[in-house]
């Protein structure tokens, strides 16, 4: 047993164990506690989603910056609409498929969004942001 553990340990998935251990251990550092969310955070909320065009919203690493990409068909053009929720248009991002788009900080709030290709709704949803 000691053999086949010394040759786990010193073979090649010896670096795995490494990346787990710290996350393990930053995972143990929160227990009993919610997990921090930064003061800027963004939610989203997908009412329609399309299995053809799968689109992703996300996050860069500063929690300010919202992602926007699509794997989708090639060739086409997405676009992406973001709403406050009086219906005027805040940010429009046009992206071919699987491109990223960057969108600007956005003021707190709660919004609508959706995603178009050749004027047919692919997505829509809401984002909150605090």
């Known amino acids: 047993m000691k053999k086949t553990i010394h040759t786990t340990l010193t073979g090649k998935i010896r670096g795995f164990f490494l990346p787990l ?15 921090p969310v930064p003061n800027n ?12 065009h799968k689109v992703r919203l996300f996050t860069a690493s500063d929690y300010k910056t919202l992602l926007f990409t699509v794997d989708g068909v090639d060739g086409k ?3 992406l609409f973001v709403f406050d929720l ?19 900080e ?4 709660a919004y609508l969004y959706e995603v178009l290709v050749d004027d047919t709704r692919v ?6 942001i605090k």
């Open 21 to 35: 251990a710290l996350l393990t251990i930053s995972l143990a550092s929160y227990a009993g506690r919610p997990y």
């Open 41 to 52: 955070a963004i939610m989203i909320t997908k009412n329609l989603n399309n299995k053809k």
């Open 77 to 79: 053009k997405y676009t």
């Open 86 to 104: 009086d219906g005027k248009l805040v940010i429009q991002s046009a992206i071919q498929n699987r491109e990223t788009g960057i969108l600007p």
């Open 106 to 109: 956005i003021s707190a709030g």
């Open 123 to 128: 997505e829509t949803g809401e984002l909150k």
